[in-house]
């Protein structure tokens, strides 16, 4: 099924990449920092992971590259200025293939490859909060031998609606392991997660050359039984969107590659049944206040009984009669979507969308995407008088009602797929 969805993606380092690649024979340490248009934080970005890794790994060679998806702001030309350690290298270069997130991260896995690294992390260019501390977090676990660290945030209940009503208690019931960040962005990666990860049958799909890379990296350690660690990093400050209106292209992909983990690493968790915690890697960073935003879920609710009209044809079909009409009660102003219908439709679409033509996927996404806008505003609308932690509890339950509906799920894949 995998192999029919596009040609493989194969990057190759440009000119530039390729004469300051001469110079560096080896290196312990990699870290890919992906860009586009970040002029203004990618200095702020760039120092403190300098910082870090001279602090922390001062006997250690390390790499920095900026991946930049050729942005037009000056991001790569700020990144070059910095003044660096000796210890350190930089390479600010454009990535070439599939414009996205996930191919500027293959660039940075091919050179950590190259170079031999022990470690590789990967952090965004957008933050506001990364201090020195977080290279040690993320990368000391990888040396000292675990597969993935990823990051653990205290974040404001709106911020990661996608990874808070989908991929969380998803991934949550597929593996078992209880990682609450799992596309977070900010990683370690293992020398076998970077060869992994460079070889993957997912390369050939339009979701993990763009934003379906973190999940990507997140199910193919779990899916291989690496040894995954959180690191606490604080709060994540970085350019937050309102999830009712700016996360359209990044839904799709995410979503994409998350329903095509589910289908291609379907034989490593059949027989999951188990959750447990991984451990928590935590230094000096203590626990804080993340800063709040505005969320229109008034306009929310008002898209997703528009969607539910327009893409009514695509939902009859994925989804029994009385889950059907639990979205159209819930549109209509009735009873909130339950928890266990909602795993349950999620459940529906990962499926659907393993089964149908590629010139499909996208509707069958798209369809999802009212469902999961309805859930998020009805989320909003009955947290707003709670605190954050009070909110968090509500999602951790809500992900239980994943793991009790996973019967359910594998039933799905045996029905459908004969497995």
Request: aromatic fraction near 10%; charged fraction near 25%; hydrophobic fraction near 40%.
């Amino acid at each position: 099924m995998l192999g029919k969805i596009i040609k493989p993606v194969y990057l190759i380092f440009n000119e530039m990449g390729i004469r300051k690649l001469l110079g560096v024979e080896r290196a312990d340490i990699l870290v890919g920092i992906p860009s586009y248009n970040n002029a203004s934080t990618i200095a702020y970005v760039v120092d403190q992971v300098s910082k870090g890794l001279d602090k922390f790994f001062p006997h250690m060679k390390s790499v920095i590259i900026v991946s930049d998806g050729n942005s037009d702001d000056g991001t790569r030309e700020i990144a070059k200025s910095i003044n660096l350690p000796k210890n350190i290298d930089l390479i600010a270069t454009i990535y070439d293939g599939v414009p996205g997130k996930g191919s500027a991260i293959k660039l940075a896995l091919e050179v950590a490859k190259r170079l031999g690294c022990r470690a590789m992390a990967m952090v965004d260019s957008d933050l506001r909060s990364i201090t020195p501390e977080w290279m040690h977090l993320i990368i000391q676990p990888i040396i000292e031998g675990a597969g993935l660290v990823t990051p653990r945030y205290f974040r404001y209940k709106y911020d990661g609606t996608i990874t808070n009503q989908v991929i969380y208690p998803f991934t949550l019931s597929l593996f078992g392991v209880n990682i609450r960040q799992p596309i977070g962005g900010d990683f370690g990666l293992s020398k076998e997660l970077i060869t992994l990860m460079i070889n993957s049958p997912l390369w050939r799909t339009p979701y993990t050359p763009r934003f379906g890379i973190d999940i990507s990296i997140t199910h193919t350690a779990l899916a291989h039984g690496l040894e995954v660690k959180e690191a606490f990093l604080g709060s994540k400050i970085h350019d937050v969107k309102d999830p009712t209106k700016h996360l359209g292209p990044m839904f799709k992909q995410v979503i994409g590659a998350l329903f095509t983990c589910t289908d291609l690493y379907f034989d490593k968790w059949k027989n999951i049944n188990s959750i447990h915690d991984p451990s928590i890697v935590r230094g000096s960073i203590g626990d804080q206040e993340p800063e709040p935003f505005e969320v229109d879920y008034k306009s929310a609710l008002n898209a997703f009984r528009y969607g539910l009209e327009r893409h009514q044809g695509t939902i009859q079909r994925v989804l029994p009669n009385y889950l059907l009409q639990s979205l159209k009660e819930s549109s209509a102003g009735g009873a909130t979507i339950t928890a266990k219908d909602w795993a349950r439709i999620t459940y529906h679409f990962a499926s659907y969308f393993n089964k149908v033509r590629e010139e499909v996927k996208d509707e069958v996404i798209e369809a999802f995407k009212v469902c999961w806008i309805g859930r998020v505003g009805n989320f909003v609308r009955e947290t707003l008088g709670l605190s954050n932690s009070e909110a968090e509890a509500r999602i951790v339950s809500d992900a239980e009602a994943f793991v009790q509906e996973k019967p359910y799920l594998v039933s799905l894949w045996r029905n459908e797929f004969g497995l």
